[in-house]
């Protein structure tokens, strides 16, 4: 008795403490898919009480990124991709819109939608543009093989809207650095971008591409990205599960990353 008291000394009951404890263990990676999570250990290593481990073990279950079976006991079954919240991509996706290292989530992009349409009024004042039409396209992406999100882009019309379809269908196929795909894209080099995120239920459509109810959390982001010349070239929403994505931001100016979270 003496025993187990000191080795609970110390340790947190809440449930939800360890859960997000856990929820970010997956994220960063730190939790071996190939090996069984035990309890004890967990609550060890997490400097929590077995009962609040197990909670958080059921809610990670309900979340459907494990598996508790008798006999195989816990695993990890589903990653959380982190994406840097100006970009679209997790870090560790690769150079390529169909592979990944060996230890990333193997990612494809199928295009719904690329088309010369008539620009919704807002769209138009948010972009500064007097055209009354302008390029929209739309996105799904595939991450590991499940459906992680989807993203509808405003681009003016200041080039062959053709030509245009050509260099983003061109891009899903080879993606490099953010800077580079944004370059290749609009022919100028990145300025900066400006990023909002908001939770909200899911819509009917949005739901079905993603494969999940209607009503679930989703994460829309709002992006509006720059060129050097300060002059706005796209804005793109994006719709991320919010069982499955994580967005992230570094806190600091990067060259190469310059994604901004407002």
Same mark, same amino acid.
């Given at each position: 008795?003496?025993l @187990?008291?000191?080795? $609970?000394?110390g340790?947190?009951?809440?449930?939800r403490?360890?859960?997000?404890? +856990?929820?970010?263990?997956?994220r960063?990676?730190?939790?071996?898919?190939r090996q069984?999570?035990?309890d004890?250990? *967990?609550a060890?290593? +997490?400097?929590?009480?077995?009962?609040?481990? !197990?909670?958080?073990l059921?809610? /990670?279950a309900?979340?459907g990124?494990?598996?508790?079976?008798?006999?195989?006991g816990?695993?990890?079954?589903r990653?959380?991709?982190?994406?840097?919240? $100006?970009?679209?991509?997790?870090?560790n996706?690769?150079?390529?819109?169909?592979?990944?290292?060996?230890?990333?989530?193997?990612? %494809?992009?199928e &295009?719904?939608?690329?088309e010369?349409?008539?620009?919704?009024? #807002?769209?138009r004042?948010?972009?500064?543009?007097?055209?009354?039409?302008?390029?929209?396209?739309?996105?799904?992406?595939?991450l590991? $093989?499940e459906?992680?999100?989807?993203?509808?882009g405003?681009?003016p019309?200041?080039?062959?809207s053709?030509?245009?379809? #050509?260099?983003?269908? &061109?891009?899903d @196929?080879?993606?490099q650095? %953010?800077d580079?795909? %944004?370059?290749?894209?609009?022919?100028?080099?990145f300025?900066g971008?400006r990023?909002?995120?908001?939770? /909200?239920p899911?819509?009917? !459509?949005?739901a079905?591409l +993603?494969?999940i109810?209607? =009503?679930?959390p989703v *994460?829309l982001?709002? +992006?509006?990205?720059?060129?050097?010349f300060g002059?706005i070239?796209?804005?793109?929403?994006?719709h %991320?599960?919010? #069982?499955?994505?994580? *967005?992230?931001? #570094? =806190?600091?100016?990067?060259? $190469?990353?310059?994604a901004q979270a407002?």
């Open positions: 008795m003496r @187990k008291r000191e080795k $609970g000394k340790a947190h009951s809440s449930p403490r360890a859960y997000e404890q +856990l929820r970010a263990g997956i960063v990676g730190a939790l071996d898919p069984r999570l035990v004890d250990g *967990l060890d290593v +997490l400097g929590a009480s077995r009962n609040s481990v !197990r909670r958080a059921q809610m /990670l309900e979340d990124l494990i598996t508790r079976e008798r006999g195989t816990t695993t990890l079954c990653p959380i991709f982190e994406v840097p919240a $100006g970009e679209m991509l997790p870090r996706a690769g150079s390529t819109a169909e592979s990944a290292g060996p230890d990333g989530p193997v990612a %494809f992009v &295009e719904l939608r690329n010369v349409a008539a620009c919704p009024a #807002d769209v004042e948010r972009l500064g543009v007097e055209a009354r039409t302008i390029f929209i396209y739309e996105q799904l992406v595939l590991s $093989g459906p992680a999100y989807v993203r509808i405003y681009i019309r200041t080039r062959d053709e030509d245009l379809v #050509d260099r983003i269908e &061109e891009l @196929k080879d993606l650095s %953010f580079a795909n %944004f370059a290749r894209v609009f022919g100028v080099p300025g971008s990023t909002t995120v908001e939770a /909200l899911c819509s009917r !459509r949005i079905h +993603l494969g109810e209607e =009503g679930s *994460l982001r709002e +992006l509006t990205l720059l060129d050097a002059q070239r796209e804005i793109s929403y994006t %991320f599960r919010g #069982d499955r994505i994580a *967005l992230s931001a #570094d =806190g600091r100016a990067s060259i $190469g990353r310059r407002s």
